[in-house]
């Protein structure tokens, strides 16, 4: 095969057009009438602009797609739903094909041996309700329309994380396609880098076309949210802070401050308010669960919903957003939430403080989450106690630079109390990728990211570089 050099013309995507074999693909270009439908991301802040749009609907596809592109000195980058894909646009597109995994949508559920299969582009919803028809639940996360390929190789944390860990672990096999346009399955036994590489390293390996991963034998859990004024959040964060980071591993909880605009379709008791959520599940009976949550029901919520829920339900529980909207994010990860880190919060976003940011959110870390997964990828677990995030609605550029400007604020006033790590699962600007990964991992992610693409066609939201790229060993 002839390779060529990244291309910095248009006459390589004038070829695309003509390239023998992809006549039969969904592919729209910047002239065409459907391009300003087909780029748009998820997030409705981003703007991408890529020089075509394809939308494979096999692997075979995926594989003409790549390796047309490498022929002519084009970039791929893959994209289920735009979620994170700030990043990724914040990159000149102009010669990067986005390929739309929507298209990749099978979902088979095998309760005999307990995995379920998952085309590239199916979100979490479908497959919970497809594990759930089996009694079966899978390591979601917070939101229904997020992609289980961008979670999952992000990592993947949800409300069962405490106990079964991040969604990498559960990992049986990925099926993609290479930045050499090679169709391969990688699992513990098969191409075991490449394996390792996927769980956590995000889409700078290939392109997934499936994916195959466990499902657990529950199919309710003890989960639900409690509410308070925001004027409590002084008493509310200082209670869960102290309670969370040795919580048993069965407890799963996020703690907002959220200010809800006061909007008809937001429901009654919380238009126009601000409040403290804590949300969570927790995987034990009733008896112990109530137990387990009795610290946080001592501190006496306005409303708790806590009790039996069905996985399916469950999935909506956090109340994200189930449409494509304009939003910013900032993120960090705390090594602890002490005494003075939690008055800074406080001062920065508590109560009376007038701010952009509509949520400000800390995950607990901890428990499975917390600790290495014996034979797990590059990221089988987070360090630090709490993940925070700040996020507000961005429905014009100058809102989103005041959201993102809001949000910086607050990570920097917590900087005393970061450890130096990114979840970039959490990161939707772009940022510092090493951070995302144990420093002596980044050396092999090069490494392997150089033998699977390497002529750096596979372009991800952030970016593993391959090795020498940046003319040092390791980017
Ligand atoms: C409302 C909301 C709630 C969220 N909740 C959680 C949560 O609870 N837990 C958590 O861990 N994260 C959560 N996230 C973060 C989410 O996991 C990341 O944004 C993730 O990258 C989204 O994946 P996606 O495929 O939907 O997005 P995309 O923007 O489509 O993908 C992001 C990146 O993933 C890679 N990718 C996607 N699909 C493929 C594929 N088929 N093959 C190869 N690479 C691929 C690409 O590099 C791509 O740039 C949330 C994000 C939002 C906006």
């Avoid at 986005?98 to 199916?122: N, Q, S, W």
């Avoid at 993947?156 to 990498?168: D, E, N, P, Q, T």
Wanted: glycine share 10%; hydrophobic share 45%; with cysteine.
């Amino acid at each position: 095969m002839t390779v060529s050099t990244i291309s910095t013309d248009q006459s390589a995507v004038r070829e695309l057009r003509e390239f023998p074999g992809l006549e039969d693909i969904a592919i729209v270009y910047p002239d065409d009438p459907g391009y300003d439908e087909a780029r748009i991301a998820w997030n409705l802040a981003i703007d991408q602009r890529p020089a075509a749009v394809a939308s494979p609907t096999n692997a075979c596809e995926v594989v003409r797609i790549v390796r047309a592109a490498r022929i002519l000195g084009l970039q791929v980058a893959p994209q289920s739903t735009g979620h994170n894909a700030g990043p990724l646009a914040a990159q000149s597109l102009d010669d990067v094909i986005i390929l739309r995994t929507g298209a990749l949508d099978e979902i088979r559920v095998d309760p005999e041996r307990k995995t379920v299969r998952v085309g590239g582009g199916v979100v979490w919803k479908p497959a919970v309700d497809a594990a759930a028809a089996h009694g079966l639940s899978v390591l979601h996360g917070s939101a229904v329309d997020v992609g289980i390929a961008g979670y999952t190789l992000g990592g993947g944390l949800g409300w069962y994380s405490r106990s079964l860990g991040m969604a990498a672990n559960s990992l049986v096999a990925v099926e993609l396609v290479t930045g050499a346009g090679e169709f391969l399955r990688a699992d513990a036994t098969h191409h075991t880098d490449l394996f390792w590489a996927v769980r956590g390293g995000g889409g700078n390996f290939g392109i997934v076309t499936a994916m195959e991963f466990r499902a657990y034998d529950f199919s309710t859990a003890y989960a639900g949210l409690m509410m308070w004024d925001i004027s409590e959040a002084p008493r509310v964060l200082d209670a869960w802070r102290r309670w969370a980071p040795d919580a048993p591993d069965e407890v799963t909880t996020s703690l907002r401050i959220m200010r809800i605009p006061p909007i008809p379709e937001v429901p009654e008791p919380v238009r126009g308010r601000s409040i403290v959520v804590i949300d969570g599940a927790v995987l034990a009976d009733d008896d112990q669960a109530a137990r387990i949550i009795e610290p946080l029901r001592a501190l006496g919520p306005e409303m708790d919903t806590f009790g039996r829920m069905p996985s399916e339900v469950l999935v909506h529980l956090h109340m994200d957003p189930e449409e494509p909207g304009p939003g910013h994010v900032t993120s960090t990860m705390l090594r602890t939430l002490d005494d003075a880190a939690a008055a800074a919060l406080l001062e920065a976003v508590g109560p009376g403080v007038e701010t952009p940011l509509m949520i400000v959110e800390l995950r607990q870390l901890g428990g499975a989450v917390g600790r290495p997964h014996e034979g797990g990828g590059v990221l089988s677990h987070l360090d630090g106690e709490f993940a925070l995030v700040c996020g507000g609605m961005a429905p014009t550029p100058e809102f989103a630079s005041v959201v993102a400007a809001a949000g910086a604020q607050v990570v920097e006033r917590m900087s005393p109390w970061t450890n130096g790590r990114n979840y970039l699962n959490f990161a939707e600007d772009p940022t510092d990728v090493r951070a995302g990964y144990p420093e002596d991992a980044w050396l092999r992610l090069a490494t392997i990211r150089s033998a699977v693409d390497p002529d750096g066609v596979l372009v991800a939201n952030h970016r593993i570089p391959r090795l020498y790229e940046h003319g040092e060993a390791t980017g």
